[in-house]
């Protein structure tokens, strides 16, 4: 059992919910992907040129996961990726995707075993549109345990991953406890570990680092790369003490990895919230948001840090009360970015985003997206495009499928007045 602030909603009082303003700058983006039937796990990604768009698409047997580009305002016809009648589809351990100087990475789970957790992560890369590769396991043990919560950042010499790695969480008779004992709320032997490799612009795996050998179960981790090229890795640590705070890193797969700077929220929970950091850089500058509940109150917030110091600011609240969290970010200059989260407003979910600086000074608070707490509606993705935001979100629809909805607005909505 999943437990955690973002499997249950936050209760919900009854009577008059917060007005939701009218905001007409936010637009419904059409697109090919609309005319499947039961998409999910939405993604997105930018490399300042290209817009991409993932997703996977289910019926009884296959999970097909596709990608489509928007290139002078026009959503190119879906491309499929990669296929399978044995993929993980989880509404919170979804592929990721990557753009690097015209070469495509994407990333999956694939079954590996009848455990519910048991599972592999597979990548695959593309040279320009062509066809992609055959997909190969990231890991390189075959433990038949719990892989996922993938992060990929484009780097010189080709694509950085992170990723939690449950190899050494298996039961000492060398059977699978659905690869994280007690499902995901304890562990029978090691702990979660999160790993990292490079993958070269070939598609070559590098060999595995060591990132942390005890760290939350099944919460997202974030990467990112600065301006020097060092790598960012934020994610959620687990003490002995069950204290899951989130934790970030510096270096490199081949280098090794700094002590772990830590966002000290103090917050004790006995099972994994199933709610992950986000990161963004702006050349020699981050910004880390997150959501936690220490001291029994559920919040997002947000810091600020040099690339080279790894001093956090004090983090910074965002939300209006009870936040639900599922936060993205992206960082506009070296002291201010625009972060997202889900917060529930009277008995209804909505994604709100706001600009912040590194002073505490805010933007506009926008309501951008209706959405639910429910896991069907996944993790609302955000990205900037040239002068636009554009988020991706999942809604279920009637008879158990789901939909994509995207909607985009522009850059200077978010921006303060003054």
């Known amino acids: 059992m999943l437990v955690g602030f973002s499997c249950q909603g936050p209760n919900r009082q009854s009577g008059p919910a917060e007005v939701v303003s009218s905001w007409e700058s936010n637009i419904a983006v059409p697109g090919p992907w609309q005319s499947h ?43 499929r990726i990669a296929q399978g009648e044995d993929w993980f589809v989880n509404w919170a351990d979804f592929p990721q995707f990557s753009a690097n100087k015209g070469t495509l990475m994407a990333t999956f789970l694939k079954k590996s075993d009848s455990g519910t957790y048991t599972y592999d992560i597979y990548y695959t890369l593309s040279q320009t549109d062509k066809t992609w590769g055959l997909p190969q396991k990231l890991h390189r043990d075959s433990a038949k345990a719990e892989h996922g919560f993938v992060s990929i950042a484009p780097t010189k010499k080709g694509f950085v991953v992170s990723w939690l790695d449950g190899r050494n969480t298996l039961v000492s008779n060398n059977q699978s406890s659905g690869g994280s004992s007690a499902g995901h709320q304890g562990h029978a032997a090691g702990a979660m570990s999160i790993r990292s490799a490079l993958v070269d612009f070939e598609g070559t795996l590098s060999p595995e680092s060591l990132i942390d050998e005890r760290v939350c179960d099944c919460c997202q981790t974030a990467i990112a790369v600065d301006e020097r090229g060092y790598t960012l890795v934020a994610y959620r640590d687990r003490s002995a003490e069950e204290i899951r705070d989130i934790s970030l890193k510096k270096g490199s797969p081949e280098s090794g990895w700094s002590n772990p700077v830590s966002t000290k929220d103090h917050w004790g929970i006995a099972g994994c919230p199933v709610n992950g950091p986000s990161i963004d850089v702006f050349r020699n500058h981050l910004a880390l948001a997150w959501f936690t509940a220490g001291q029994d109150k559920p919040r997002v917030q947000v810091a600020f840090s040099g690339t080279d110091t790894l001093q956090l600011t004090p983090g910074m609240r965002m939300d209006s009360g009870e936040a639900v969290g599922r936060v993205d970010v992206v960082q506009l200059s070296e002291d201010s970015a625009v972060v997202s989260w889900v917060e529930p407003q009277g008995l209804e979910d909505y994604v709100r985003a706001q600009w912040v600086n590194d002073r505490g000074q805010k933007g506009p608070l926008r309501t951008v997206s209706q959405t639910e707490s429910s896991r069907a509606s996944g993790f609302p993705r955000l990205v900037r495009h040239g002068d636009r935001f554009y988020l991706a979100t999942t809604r279920g629809v009637p008879g158990g499928a789901s939909k994509i909805t995207l909607t985009s607005w522009p850059l200077s909505d978010m921006l303060p007045s003054d």
């Open 37 to 79: 039937e039961n998409v999910t796990t939405p993604n997105l990604f930018s490399d300042g040129t290209n817009l991409y768009l993932t997703w996977i698409k289910r019926d009884s047997v296959l999970s097909t996961l596709y990608y489509s580009r928007l290139g002078q305002n026009t959503w190119s016809d879906p491309q």
